[in-house]
């Protein structure tokens, strides 16, 4: 619907424009310990894909993340 001549526009923002900045969950020291597989702390584990992995559907995938392995079809 179009808006009437000369009224302000109003727009939707997601951020709330009072507080822009979040703390930190994280202490300096919490974030340079290793994990158990021995990955730093923001390294994410190794991934990888598939498609077209079932010939008889119409689409399918295969995924792993670390140990977990996934298939899916449709």
Same mark, same amino acid.
């Given at each position: 619907? !179009? !808006?009437?001549?000369? /009224? !302000?526009? $109003?727009?939707? +923002?997601?951020?709330?424009? $009072?507080?822009? $900045?979040?703390?930190? &969950?994280?202490?300096?020291? %919490? *974030? %340079?310990?290793?994990?158990? %597989?021995? @990955?730093? =702390?923001?390294?994410? @584990?190794? !991934? =990888? =894909? @598939? $498609?077209?992995? *079932?010939n008889?559907?119409?689409? +399918?995938?295969? /995924?792993? =993340?670390?140990?977990?392995? *996934? &298939?899916? +079809? *449709?």
């Amino acid at each position: 619907m !179009a !808006a009437k001549p000369g /009224a !302000a526009s $109003t727009t939707y +923002s997601p951020i709330d424009p $009072t507080n822009k $900045t979040r703390p930190s &969950i994280f202490a300096g020291s %919490d *974030v %340079d310990w290793l994990r158990p %597989d021995s @990955r730093a =702390f923001q390294q994410c @584990r190794p !991934a =990888f =894909f @598939r $498609t077209g992995t *079932v010939n008889s559907a119409a689409g +399918s995938a295969y /995924a792993e =993340f670390g140990n977990t392995k *996934v &298939i899916v +079809s *449709v």
